[in-house]
């Protein structure tokens, strides 16, 4: 097990509706087992700023809150996954962040972002602009750790399988409820496997 003193810090973002307060139950136990955690809460949360605002917002507290270089681990739950992408693959995350974690991630749209015409909401539709433009290039993300926890009983996620990615590491978890990804201890217990991983060699990547 790594020391604490060699953990880089993790920033968990939330998803839409929710705040930082989601996390709860897993910042406490990450706190616990000596990671120094982070989160804010995205404003507004009701899906009437696009995504790609949002992930500036995430970009302006990371360059506000850490070194440039600081090495970061990004955790992002549901629309928090594709924002924080958005920050990875668009906005210079990709140099810094070392593991990137999505949780019931739409990495390909969810049919319930169709009940609203907000720009979150229009962003998360199947093969949005957004969503299309970040797939372009979504190999990239082989140059870090990236895994896609995701549960197939998932109904906000529709299909559910919306939450794999072609690239990364995928676990898939038999949790029943959306939100129960970030309290259930399956969830968490895989969230902190994914946190110890050894990181890759980026240089090694360079002629894939």
């Known amino acids: 097990m790594n020391s604490t003193l060699d953990r880089n810090p993790v920033i968990l973002i939330h998803g839409i509706w929710d705040t930082k307060a989601i996390f709860s139950k897993m910042s406490a136990r990450l706190t616990q087992l000596g990671w120094c955690v982070h989160s804010l809460n995205l404003t507004p ?8 605002s949002l ?11 850490f070194e440039p270089q600081q090495t970061l681990d990004i955790v992002g739950y549901s629309m928090g996954g594709i924002v924080s992408r958005y920050y990875v693959q668009r ?26 015409s907000l720009p979150g909401y229009l962003d998360m539709r199947l093969n949005s602009d957004l969503l299309r433009d970040l797939n372009q ?20 996620i529709v299909p559910s399988k919306s939450s794999k990615m072609p690239v990364g590491k995928e676990v898939k ?10 309290t259930d201890d399956q969830s968490i217990n895989t ?12 240089i090694s990547l360079k002629n894939e």
């Open 45 to 52: 949360n009701d899906g009437s700023l696009s995504l790609d």
């Open 55 to 65: 992930a500036k917002q995430l970009a302006d507290y990371i360059s506000q809150n």
């Open 91 to 116: 906005l210079g995350g990709i140099n810094r962040v070392q593991r990137f974690i999505t949780i019931s991630a739409p990495h390909s749209g969810t049919l319930t972002a169709y009940c609203l």
């Open 137 to 156: 290039d979504v190999m990239d993300l082989r140059r870090i750790n990236f895994t896609s926890i995701w549960t197939p009983f998932d109904i906000m």
């Open 173 to 182: 978890l038999n949790v029943m409820l959306h939100r129960q990804m970030v």
């Open 191 to 202: 969230l902190i496997e994914e946190l110890k991983a050894p990181i890759k060699n980026k």
